[in-house]
């Protein structure tokens, strides 16, 4: 008799569920994942296309360039969507305004 009283107070009582289990325990760290995605790549990368939208806008003839390719010229005249660098004597290439990767203003 004895050790079925002990038997029973050894039991342990039902399980409950937890607060971090279930549903809740899988949508927290995929929102902070995002989250931090967001702020690491997305958000930056958003930045820079904006800053190098603003530098093909302000392009004018005399500016000095440096492209992607690492050509250095001059704008000798801006079109719609190409510039015209000089980069010699008698030396003239028409290229995309994308394709401009630095502006070095004429004032400077």
């Not at 904006?50 to 360039?65: F, P, Y």
């Amino acid at each position: 008799m004895i050790l079925l009283f002990l038997a029973l107070a050894q039991t342990t009582a039902p399980a409950t569920p937890g607060v971090g289990g279930g549903l809740g325990g899988f949508i927290v760290p995929m929102t902070l994942m995002l989250v931090i995605m967001y702020f690491l790549m997305i958000r930056p990368q958003r930045k820079r296309a904006a800053d190098q939208e603003r530098l093909i806008a302000s392009m004018k003839t005399g500016d000095k360039v440096v492209t992607n390719a690492g050509i250095h010229g001059l704008i000798s005249n801006v079109k719609d969507t190409t510039v015209i660098v000089k980069v010699a004597d008698n030396v003239k290439i028409e290229m995309e305004k994308s394709a401009v990767a630095t502006v070095i203003k004429a004032d400077s």
